[in-house]
């Protein structure tokens, strides 16, 4: 039986869903330094610089599987998980944060929002599969649009910058996810009618 080995770009995703549990524990250190009072930025720093490198490794893999032909099953089941495993864990993380622990404080029903969101989109995408045995997901523009801006405001966040801009960016990613969420349902909508 011919082994078959991964692709260069599933690798690289596979990478980056180890590098994220690595970046939840991060977190979790920094928020009980906070707690204490003793605030070592030292596991705000690695855990921001990690969220960089996972996040935009995230093109990487995606310009390579595209130019190389290595688009697969498997790649596009992991990609996407890994995105939302790195932005999901760090909303939560920041929004549950302890008094202090951020400069800005992300709002619960944000969180609550982007969650609901992605609960429907895969709710809807195993539907789909059981009625009509395939679903095709394609890349919206306001879906990547929509993950941009939430990792914009997760590291404005992690990073401690000012507070001026950051309500712009909230109600920017919270319409975004909102009319992206839409889109998608739409195209769930349109996949039934033609199954």
């Excluded at 969180?111 to 995408?125: E, P, T």
């Excluded at 306001?142 to 801009?165: H, M, R, S």
Aim: with cysteine.
């Amino acid at each position: 039986m011919k082994h078959k080995s991964l692709s260069l770009a599933n690798r690289i995703t596979l990478v980056r869903l180890f590098f994220i549990p690595i970046f939840i524990v991060l977190l979790l250190y920094y928020d009980k330094s906070v707690f204490r009072g003793e605030d070592n930025d030292f596991f705000r720093i690695c855990a921001s610089l990690i969220f960089i490198a996972i996040f935009f490794s995230d093109a990487l893999d995606g310009y390579i599987a595209r130019s190389r032909n290595q688009i697969t099953r498997l790649g596009t089941i992991l990609d996407p998980l890994a995105d939302k495993a790195l932005l999901l864990s760090a909303l939560i993380l920041i929004s549950y944060a302890s008094d202090n622990a951020y400069r800005i404080h992300l709002p619960i029903w944000f969180v609550w929002l982007v969650i609901c969101r992605d609960i429907m989109l895969v709710a809807g995408a195993l539907l789909i599969h059981f009625i009509s045995g395939a679903v095709t997901v394609r890349p919206r523009i306001f879906g990547k649009t929509t993950t941009v801006f939430q990792a914009v405001l997760i590291l404005w966040a992690l990073l401690n910058f000012p507070e001026e801009p950051y309500i712009f960016l909230l109600w920017t990613a919270a319409v975004l996810t909102i009319v992206s969420g839409v889109q998608y349902f739409f195209d769930g909508i349109r996949q039934f009618d033609k199954s």
